[in-house]
């Protein structure tokens, strides 16, 4: 579904710190930030735009499952070298995982691994069946307070956090909060786009 044409058009997206968006080289949270987020660091991938805003749109609402190979991919390329010790991925809810058969986070998670060649591991689960396109980012953090959960223990594991698309991060700093608590030393996000809506 992307072709080496499109991905060759997808820019580099700039690296930043997850808090205050200054530029930096790898997408680190700066040391100004750090008591503000849970999160490490974020890489995003591309602007959810055109040929990525298209391919993860198949794959979330066309079963096109394929195409997140691809995303894997484009995910893996906007990573430097990390160092991490497993791959695991934002969940959805129950009952978003019945309707639509599989989570795509996971499956570009797992293509995240492969070519990492590090454990795919799923260390979080969802409660609820909470939606939050078109939220803002302060309704956004309190809809997700205490919407994940750990099912493992981490034992101070360095965890590279997967996601399709980041709009405010609320969804990925919460996860991280609760990898920190289950004994994660560092949580990095890598995600496919990031949408500005």
């Known amino acids: ?15 930043s710190c997850f ?5 930096n080289n790898n997408g680190s949270t700066c040391d100004g930030c750090v008591a503000l987020t849970s999160l490490s660091g974020l890489v995003i991938a591309a ?27 484009l995910a893996v390329s906007a990573l430097g070298d990390g160092g991490f010790d497993l791959v695991t991925w934002v969940p959805i809810s129950p009952s978003r995982h019945r309707e639509r058969g599989y989570n795509q ?12 060649g590090l454990p795919a591991v799923g260390t979080l689960g969802r ?14 953090l309190a809809q997700v307070s205490g919407a994940f959960y750990s099912t493992r223990r981490l034992g101070g594991q360095r965890v590279l956090l997967v996601d399709d698309v980041v709009t405010t991060g609320a969804t990925v700093d919460e996860c991280a909060r609760v990898l920190l608590a289950a004994g994660a030393s560092e949580v990095w996000v890598v995600a496919v786009a990031r949408s500005q809506a």
């Open 47 to 73: 602007d959810y735009e055109g040929a990525v805003r298209e391919a993860l749109l198949a794959l979330k609402n066309k079963r096109a499952r394929s195409v997140a190979t691809q995303l894997g991919d």
């Open 127 to 140: 409660t609820g069946s909470l939606h939050q396109t078109g939220a803002g980012r302060a309704a956004r």
């Open 1 to 15: 579904m992307l072709c080496g044409e499109c991905v060759g058009r997808v820019g580099s997206y700039a690296k």
């Open 105 to 116: 986070a996971e499956l570009i998670g797992r293509q995240v691994a492969r070519r990492l």
């Open 19 to 23: 808090v205050c968006r200054n530029i």
